[in-house]
């Protein structure tokens, strides 16, 4: 698996938005299904937003959906995490994790196989 480096983090107000991204420095991200993983204070890593490998679909926790989107950038060899009208309860250290997994649906589901970035830290006050 690729060594991958997570990027775009920061403090945002309530409602605000931003942009992560998982850049993969050796390999091809296209060829492993990706997932965006984030863990609170005290709390599980949980998948919430993860895309295929194998046709790019896609698959988003309940919390986050209709206002995160993950999309690949092949040409960057980059997979983002657009995140849109943030709440506070999505503050979290957010991680990128690319493994040989068919189903976005599996991806997030964890697993102790794959590749972990170092994370970015995004907090979201009121």
């Known amino acids: 698996q690729s060594q991958l480096v997570e990027s775009g983090g920061g403090s945002v107000r309530n409602g605000g938005s931003l942009r992560l991204s998982c850049a993969a420095s050796?390999?091809?991200?296209?060829?492993?299904?990706v997932g965006w993983f984030r863990q609170a204070p005290g709390k599980e890593r949980e998948g919430v937003a993860c895309?295929?490998?194998?046709?790019?679909?896609?698959y988003y926790a309940d919390s986050v959906k209709g206002r995160f989107t993950i999309s690949r950038d092949n040409a960057k060899n980059m997979v983002a995490l657009e995140m849109n009208s943030l709440k506070p309860e999505d503050t979290a250290v957010y991680y990128c994790?690319?493994?040989?997994?068919?189903?976005?649906?599996?991806?997030?589901?964890?697993?102790?196989?794959?590749?972990w970035g170092q994370g970015t830290q995004v907090t979201v006050s009121s």
């Open positions: 050796s390999s091809t991200l296209d060829y492993y299904a």
């Open positions: 994790k690319a493994d040989i997994i068919s189903t976005p649906e599996a991806m997030c589901a964890g697993g102790p196989t794959g590749a």
């Open positions: 895309i295929s490998g194998t046709d790019d679909t896609t």
